[in-house]
């Protein structure tokens, strides 16, 4: 089992900035897949960004591209999400995920442990 809990989460101005940690525990990551969702009301969840833990190597969905950025930090077993330039489309409530398949990770059902999520909001 690995237990993933989320924090960063807030209210912000249109342009402004958060960042999202994901503190884990439970197993060791070295093979996983660390990924970052988001699903806002009545909309399906959606792949945020993912990065591989043993390489670093990162992935990104398209709505995000260039203004987030996923990093893990080894020594505190932390995965996080700078996001900047936020947008009112960008409030969600953000889920941190493990995949213990590795690969690229983009869709849920890669995912087997999923944290509660950490509520964002934009203000325009």
């Known amino acids: 089992q690995v237990q993933l809990v989320e924090s960063g989460g807030g209210l912000v101005q249109a342009g402004g900035s958060l960042r999202l940690s994901c503190a884990a525990s439970g197993r060791p990551l070295r093979y996983y897949t660390m990924g970052w969702f988001r699903q806002a009301p009545g909309k399906d969840r959606e792949f945020v960004a993912a990065?591989?833990?043993?390489?670093?190597?990162?992935s990104y969905g398209d709505y995000v591209k260039g203004r987030f950025t996923i990093d893990r930090d080894n020594a505190k077993n932390t995965v996080n999400l700078q996001m900047n330039s936020l947008k009112p489309e960008d409030t969600a409530t953000y889920y941190c995920?493990?995949?213990?398949?590795?690969?690229?990770?983009?869709?849920?059902?890669?995912?087997?442990?999923w944290g509660q999520g950490t509520q964002v909001t934009v203000s325009s």
């Open positions: 995920a493990a995949n213990p398949k590795g690969g690229r990770g983009s869709k849920t059902s890669e995912y087997t442990f």
């Open positions: 990065i591989q833990w043993s390489s670093g190597s990162t």
